[in-house]
């Protein structure tokens, strides 16, 4: 089972309406958890990092947390043509200095 | 400007001949990291380095070598290079040291290896 799992393929929604992204990771033991957009051509920015259980929102950005569950999720908002991009999810295990990131998820807003 | 910057934008070389791609930070990191991206594979860490001269193997460093001679500085060499390196490269930086925060990126190196 890979460290951090990204298995939707290319995500297509209508402006306007909100996207979901799901991210599960195999480490328990791990601690921090962010969110990573890359557009075509460009170097990943973070957009959102989560540590506790629960939801966490940032604007058009939600990023809901189970540990128990191993799962994570972005949820955007009011989708724009500008959040078409990709978008890496990446976890990270407290002390251990490495971000291990999945392999990322397309969404292309359509106008 | 706060910034992580690379060198070469794009290379192309041949097999076999060394070559370095260069990182810099102005931010006074601790915490410098190589990766490499590639289709279907997304981003894996090389090596990375915690403070000067203290660097350690990512998950994908054979074929690599790194140094951390300075704080803001940690370059990437290829001692002999060969095509199945070729990928897009990117340094990360951080400010601390359990990568708990953010990672800034360089704005990355095409490397092909013909």
């Known amino acids: 089972q890979k460290e951090v799992e990204q298995n939707s393929g290319p995500l297509s929604v209508p402006e306007g309406a909100i996207a979901s992204l799901n991210c599960t990771y195999s480490?328990?033991?791990?601690?921090?958890f962010f969110w990573y957009r890359q557009y075509s051509g460009k170097s990943p920015e973070l957009i959102m990092f989560?540590?506790?259980?629960g939801d966490k929102e940032d604007g058009r950005f939600t990023a809901q947390l189970n540990k128990a569950s191993q799962y994570v999720s972005l949820l955007i908002r009011d989708s724009q043509p500008s959040d078409s991009a990709t978008y890496l999810c990446?976890?990270?295990?407290?002390?251990?200095?490495?971000?291990?990131f999945g392999k990322g998820n397309q969404v292309v807003v359509i106008p | 400007e706060a910034q992580v910057t690379q060198n070469p934008r794009y290379l192309i070389t041949v097999t076999g001949k060394k070559l370095t791609v260069t990182c810099s930070q102005n931010?006074?990191?601790?915490?410098m990291s190589w990766y490499r991206q590639d289709p279907g594979l997304g981003l894996r860490q090389i090596y990375y380095?915690?403070?000067?001269?203290?660097?350690d193997k990512g998950d994908v460093p054979e074929g690599y070598k790194v140094s951390r001679k300075e704080k803001r500085n940690f370059p990437l060499i290829l001692e002999s290079p060969s095509p199945n390196q070729t990928s897009l490269y990117f340094c990360?930086?951080?400010?601390?040291?359990?990568?708990?925060?953010?990672?800034?990126f360089g704005s990355g190196t095409q490397l092909s290896v013909l």
């Open positions: 990446a976890v990270s295990r407290y002390g251990n200095n490495r971000l291990a």
């Open positions: 380095s915690m403070n000067v001269e203290v660097t």
């Open positions: 931010m006074n990191h601790e915490y």
């Open positions: 480490d328990r033991g791990s601690q921090s």
């Open positions: 990360a930086s951080s400010p601390a040291t359990e990568i708990n925060e953010k990672l800034f």
């Open positions: 989560i540590y506790s259980n």
